[in-house]
């Protein structure tokens, strides 16, 4: 056997980048940290520590914990099954959501639950002048999201009742408004519920087997949402999904049959 060769320091050491990733070690390793030693950990004070945790919850790798304490997210946490699952459903979508981008002109989402948040995994930006950010790489809680609520709607009474007793009681009306609408018209909608004036429209995507195992969203400004946009985004967004259903069954990259 071969003796692994260590790897030498860089030349040019990023010293925020080398921080950040030693923060992701000691979550991945040790697993939740407090803010105090995690600045310890890491030499640095309390304020540049939090700040870096911060970032990190941005993009999910921590979540942070009813006792502030920081603990290991989804980003970390993602397995190599998840991991290639990722990859599969990336490679088969992105054709079919580039052109339902093109088709609508606002951004479309591809994103995947992780227990109680959803973790973005692919964003095709709309041609519109004013659209929304790139949501590539963020988090955001299952019952706010509008893909993510598409996808409760359809868990079993447990599993839902075991949300239900993480959400905060003033907002679980709203969950279960979308989840009434996902389970009667096949998407959920998300009205300014996380970001102001943004409001996204969101459907569940099924295996061959009829089992969600990601969503997809339509997010644009809320100036360009009513009541006539959102039946004609419903009507692409079904078209898309129906495309996108029939790739995944047959077990192929998805491939676009129909050019604009």
């Not at 993602?78 to 002109?105: D, F, I, K, W, Y």
Request: charged letters at 25%.
């Amino acid at each position: 056997m071969q003796n692994t060769r260590l790897q030498e320091t860089p030349a040019y050491v990023i010293e925020s980048v080398d921080k950040a990733l030693r923060l992701l070690q000691t979550l991945r390793d040790e697993g939740p940290v407090r803010l105090t030693d995690a600045a310890e950990r890491i030499d640095v004070s309390r304020s540049t520590a939090h700040r870096l945790l911060a970032m990190l919850v941005y993009r999910g790798f921590a979540v942070q914990q009813p006792d502030k304490s920081y603990a290991p997210g989804p980003g970390i946490l993602s397995g190599s099954g998840q991991a290639e699952l990722v990859t599969q459903l990336r490679s088969t979508c992105r054709p079919h959501l580039e052109l339902l981008a093109r088709r609508c002109g606002e951004s479309v989402n591809l994103m995947v639950r992780t227990g109680p948040v959803v973790r973005f995994v692919q964003t095709v930006e709309g041609s519109a002048t004013l659209r929304t950010a790139d949501r590539q790489g963020s988090v955001m809680s299952s019952l706010e999201a509008s893909g993510g609520l598409a996808l409760v709607a359809e868990l079993p009474a447990p599993e839902l009742d075991a949300l239900r007793e993480t959400a905060p009681r003033a907002w679980w009306p709203t969950v279960e408004r979308e989840i009434t609408r996902a389970q009667r018209h096949g998407y959920a909608l998300n009205l300014a519920y996380t970001e102001p004036q943004v409001t996204a429209i969101g459907l569940a995507l099924h295996d061959g087997y009829g089992s969600g195992v990601a969503a997809f969203s339509i997010s644009m400004p809320q100036s360009r949402f009513s009541t006539r946009r959102r039946d004609e985004l419903a009507l692409l967004a079904r078209a898309t999904r129906h495309d996108i259903e029939t790739d995944i069954a047959r077990g192929r990259e998805g491939r676009l049959v129909v050019a604009d």
